[in-house]
């Protein structure tokens, strides 16, 4: 859906709050089809947002996983390397 929204979960360290809000800003932005709200729709927009990143920490709270954290340095280069084979190095 939104290649900007990552996973979050079973990451060490945990997700921070700025993580889950941009998250939930993404979400929001793809559903509205508006970056930027109108003055008319701000309050709807940023309640939105407020409720969804509230239910995103909720949800990443509630699960549980026996598998290790994950390493975000480790991730990222996971997907440089994914990036390098589908689109090529750049010349």
Same mark, same amino acid.
Request: charged fraction near 25%; hydrophobic fraction near 45%; include cysteine.
């Given at each position: ?15 921070? !709050? ?13 559903? @509205?089809?508006?970056?930027?709200? $109108?003055?008319?729709?701000? =309050? +709807?927009? !940023?309640?939105?947002?407020? =409720?969804? $990143?509230? !239910?995103?920490? @909720?949800?990443?709270? @509630? ?16 997907? *440089? +390397?994914? +990036?390098?084979?589908?689109?090529? *190095?750049? +010349?």
């Amino acid at each position: 859906m939104c290649r900007n929204i990552r996973t979050l979960f079973n990451f060490e360290p945990p997700a921070t !709050e700025v993580e889950i809000r941009d998250a939930a800003l993404q979400f929001v932005r793809k559903l @509205s089809g508006f970056h930027v709200p $109108s003055q008319a729709n701000a =309050a +709807a927009f !940023e309640h939105a947002v407020q =409720a969804i $990143s509230a !239910e995103a920490r @909720s949800l990443i709270a @509630s699960l549980t996983t026996t598998a290790e954290p994950r390493n975000r340095e480790i991730e990222a280069a996971k997907a *440089r +390397a994914r +990036a390098a084979e589908r689109y090529g *190095r750049p +010349a």
